[in-house]
């Protein structure tokens, strides 16, 4: 985009009218998902947004012109940084905006494996941890006590959000795995069937896997419990401690994501049902073929 460009707007704007442009967002988030880093090739950002250009009004693309100008989104602080890495130069998005936008759109939102479920529980093993060693103040009411439990609670709250919205997002993967099978898809041509197995598969064991088993009551890892294990250890600290509020909390908490067990068992259950039945029609090809 022209360097020429003049007009900037305030953070509050931009965001505004990035959202008016949502499926431009949604294209380089899309983009940046499958490279698997958190940065946009700025090269390709600008095709993208040419791409998007075209159709709209002259009046709309200047609009998307002056606001996804790169000086916008860094004077909006949209963009963290511009840099360039071994001759590329890439976009570094605010992760704040990427997650709205992956908010606004269920197939963005970004998958929980195994490495990023652990990676969720290691500050609330560390405050269990610090507490269980008498680190922090178990003195309700103090300063140090709020800010640790407004921690606590924090950390909680925001990883049942992320897992509500990946179950959200498998149970829709899952039903439409259960209408391949209701409409025969084993009449489709070998290559695509393998690639939807592929799929299905890395899917099954990166993501539907690690999720079942975290969420399982009696979950153990080699760093500390399962969610369950630990809130259920919490929750016993603050009837140690008589904090009638806190513990009812982490009761709460317990059952919150003690019901999100059997919905992502039930996504299980369909994409394993998927996976067998595709595995047995692609081997009915082969098998037809070799005849």
Request: aromatic content about 8%.
């Amino acid at each position: 985009m022209a360097d020429l460009i003049q007009k900037r707007f305030s953070t509050i704007e931009t965001i505004l009218k990035m959202l008016n442009h949502r499926e431009l967002m949604f294209r380089a988030i899309e983009t940046s998902d499958k490279r698997q880093g958190n940065a946009v090739i700025e090269a390709e950002f600008f095709y993208l947004v040419a791409e998007y250009k075209k159709g709209l009004s002259a009046e709309k693309q200047k609009e998307v012109t002056t606001v996804f100008d790169h000086k916008n989104l860094l004077s909006a602080k949209v963009l963290d940084d511009r840099r360039a890495t071994d001759g590329v130069t890439k976009l570094w998005f605010n992760s704040v905006i990427i997650d709205l936008f992956r908010l606004c759109k269920i197939s963005l939102y970004r998958p929980l494996n195994k490495t990023s479920l652990l990676s969720a529980m290691t500050p609330i093993w560390s405050i269990l941890s610090d507490v269980n060693e008498k680190q922090l103040s178990l003195i309700p009411g103090t300063e140090e006590y709020d800010e640790w439990t407004d921690t606590l609670n924090a950390h909680i709250t925001g990883l049942l959000g992320r897992i509500k919205a990946n179950i959200t997002k498998l149970e829709q993967i899952g039903e439409q795995f259960q209408e391949d099978i209701a409409e025969e898809a084993e009449r489709e041509l070998p290559d695509a069937m393998k690639l939807k197995f592929e799929h299905a598969s890395k899917l099954y064991r990166r993501e539907v896997q690690p999720l079942s088993s975290f969420l399982d009551k009696d979950t153990r890892y080699e760093k500390g419990d399962g969610i369950l294990l630990t809130i259920d250890a919490l929750k016993n600290v603050f009837v140690r401690n008589g904090d009638l509020e806190f513990q009812a909390l982490m009761t709460n908490y317990y059952l919150q994501y003690l019901d999100l067990f059997e919905p992502i068992k039930a996504v299980a259950d369909n994409i394993s049902i998927y996976l067998r039945k595709t595995k047995e029609a692609i081997a009915e090809h082969n098998a037809i073929e070799s005849a």
